[in-house]
């Protein structure tokens, strides 16, 4: 995400102007987390859409219940509209 928002600054802008990233928060609009995907339908339990003058967390917390297997799903979205999406096997 950060590399392909340097190239579009490079092709827009001159160079004085180019935006230095320093912390990869600056470059996220949303995050959204479903803590027990099952595969099919994203439903998230944490989300994390800050305003303008504010970044995302970075950092989120869940305590699950009870023990067992689950499939986190996380899918953030930059402030190019790009979407990442990943899910993670859990098990507690």
Do not use: W
């Not at 600054?9 to 996220?28: C, G, M, S, V, W």
């Not at 305590?63 to 067992?68: C, L, Q, R, S």
């Amino acid at each position: 995400m950060i590399r392909k928002l340097e190239i579009e600054n490079e092709k827009a802008l001159k160079e004085k102007y180019h935006t230095k990233i320093k912390d990869f928060r600056q470059i996220i609009d949303s995050v959204a987390i479903d803590v027990d995907y099952n595969g099919k339908l994203f439903n998230a339990e944490i989300m994390d859409i800050p305003t303008k003058k504010e970044m995302v967390k970075g950092e989120y917390k869940y305590e699950y219940k009870k023990a067992g297997d689950y499939k986190v799903a996380v899918k953030i979205v930059d402030l190019l509209g790009e979407e990442y999406f990943e899910t993670f096997d859990l098990s507690i």
